[in-house]
């Protein structure tokens, strides 16, 4: 099936930027997805990006796509611990390919 | 609008007890999924369904068995439960391959 790779931790302080990244195989996926899960909660949608496009921007979140190297990556500005959750890259198919999460901590 | 609803939140069974976990969505999606959560492991694809009447394998699908005889129903049914089953289980919907999908809040099944 579809691979779909990311860095499992992340540390970074309070107030600056985290990026999270995200490579995958199948250049045939339409949409590129990013979910949060806080310990114990299901999974909530962040934000996600059409493969015609390279960037988006929501917020603290920016979203960057590169086809050609097939890499996905999620920026959040002023990081916050409340941020500290696990962060997933999904890439859709008839169901969502996951990788294994990147668990995000964030210290003060 | 109660989005994904999954039943039980909570389960523990014994091993080679049977049980459906439940997943019902009032969106009117046609595709829905079944992903198993592992520690390290990520989300792990069951079984999933592209409109009522068919379904197919996900990428661990034994042990596991799933109809879908409504648009709103997706029940995910375990034959014989092994320790390996312990797991959280989320349900997914969406309207269609690739767009948005909607997660219930899992089920966190213990088998002993």
């Known amino acids: 099936g579809e691979d779909v790779e990311q860095s499992l931790f992340l540390s970074v302080r309070e107030g600056d930027s985290s990026v999270i990244n995200c490579t995958y195989t199948d250049s045939s996926s339409t949409y590129l997805y990013w979910y949060k899960q806080e310990p114990g909660a299901g999974l909530q949608l962040l934000t996600y990006i059409f493969s015609n496009m390279d960037m988006k921007q929501d917020q603290r979140l920016t979203v960057l796509l590169n086809k050609k190297d097939k890499h996905l990556s999620l920026r959040i500005a002023d990081t916050q611990t409340g941020d500290s959750a696990i962060y997933f890259c999904?890439?859709?198919?008839?169901?969502?390919?996951f990788g294994k999460g990147t668990s995000l901590l964030v210290t003060p | 609008n109660a989005g994904v609803t999954q039943t039980p939140k909570f389960q523990v069974l014994k091993t080679g007890q049977s049980m459906t976990l439940q997943c019902a969505q009032d969106m009117n999606h046609e595709y829905m999924s079944w992903y198993r959560q592992d520690p390290g492991m990520g989300l792990r694809l069951i079984h999933y369904?592209?409109?009522?009447?068919?379904?197919d394998q996900g990428e661990v699908p034994n042990g596991y068995n799933v109809s879908r005889s409504t648009t709103e129903d997706f029940p995910l049914r375990l034959l014989s439960a092994a320790p390996s089953q312990t797991s959280v289980y989320f349900c997914?919907?969406?309207?269609?391959?690739?767009?948005?999908?909607?997660f219930g809040q899992g089920t966190r099944l213990t088998v002993v």
């Open positions: 999904a890439v859709s198919g008839y169901a969502l390919n």
């Open positions: 997914a919907s969406s309207y269609g391959g690739g767009t948005e999908a909607f």
């Open positions: 369904s592209v409109g009522a009447g068919i379904t």
